[in-house]
């Protein structure tokens, strides 16, 4: 509470009361992630019985990229047993109102789960990139890939983070409608190549084009 003085015009001082509000401050509310996932309602959950020496594949449905960043890293978020991160990769859908790159190419797809018992690396990985550095803006709509093993008989996760730079400022986004399952099995996975792992058994091959 201040007390003030005002001249009223006629050679008089008159004494009133100022009252002074100080409004509360608060802190800032963080910042929407850069990427979300594109339906976070709905939950995908990849199940495998996997060989010791088996490569697994997990590609990401598209997600949405609110504002421009570098991407940094990607990996699985165990709840329980282990992962081994081989690779993490970025596929770019292709469709006509995703954002215009000349010299990348994308596909109207996505990966989804799959695995290889052939050689690592592979000789290619289909439509995609190395993550790490990749700059994503909106109109973008990557998938994120990640190839695995896994560490143990049972393990499973609940999503995936990603890592990222805006305006070299740090940044997450933790996915958690992509979920991992691991399950022992006396009789694993048959698997075969496919578009992802550079093979060509996938019908859908020719449909990668240029964006």
């Known amino acids: 509470m201040l007390r003030a003085l005002a001249h009223d015009g006629v050679g008089r001082w008159l004494t009133g009361v100022l009252l002074v509000a100080i409004a509360a401050c608060s802190e800032p509310r963080p910042a929407r992630p850069a990427i979300v996932a594109d339906a976070p309602g709905s939950v995908s959950t990849w199940g495998f019985t996997p060989s010791p020496d088996e490569v697994i594949l997990i590609g990401t449905a598209p997600l949405r990229v609110l504002r421009p960043v570098v991407l940094d890293s990607a990996a699985l978020d165990p709840v329980s047993g282990g992962f081994t991160l081989l690779e993490?990769?970025?596929?770019?859908?292709?469709?006509?109102?995703?954002?215009?790159?000349?010299?990348?190419?994308?596909?109207?797809?996505?990966?989804?789960?799959?695995?290889?018992?052939?050689?690592?690396?592979?000789?290619?990985?289909?439509?995609?990139?190395?993550?790490?550095?990749?700059?994503?803006?909106?109109?973008?709509?990557?998938?994120?890939?990640?190839?695995?093993?896994?560490?143990?008989?049972?393990?499973?996760?609940?999503?995936?983070?990603?890592?990222?730079?805006?305006?070299?400022?740090?940044?997450?986004?933790?996915?958690?409608?992509?979920?991992?399952?691991?399950?022992?099995?006396?009789?694993?996975?048959?698997?075969?190549?496919?578009?992802?792992?550079?093979?060509?058994?996938?019908?859908?091959?020719?449909?990668?084009?240029?964006?």
């Open 88 to 211: 993490a990769r970025v596929s770019l859908f292709a469709c006509k109102e995703c954002r215009k790159r000349p010299g990348f190419l994308g596909y109207p797809g996505y990966a989804g789960s799959g695995c290889s018992t052939g050689p690592w690396p592979p000789p290619g990985y289909g439509p995609s990139y190395p993550l790490n550095g990749f700059e994503v803006a909106p109109g973008d709509r990557p998938s994120i890939l990640l190839y695995l093993r896994a560490q143990s008989a049972s393990a499973k996760s609940n999503g995936f983070t990603i890592t990222y730079r805006e305006d070299d400022e740090p940044g997450t986004s933790t996915i958690t409608n992509e979920r991992v399952e691991i399950v022992p099995s006396p009789e694993p996975d048959t698997c075969s190549d496919s578009l992802w792992f550079g093979g060509t058994n996938n019908p859908d091959a020719d449909l990668v084009r240029p964006l």
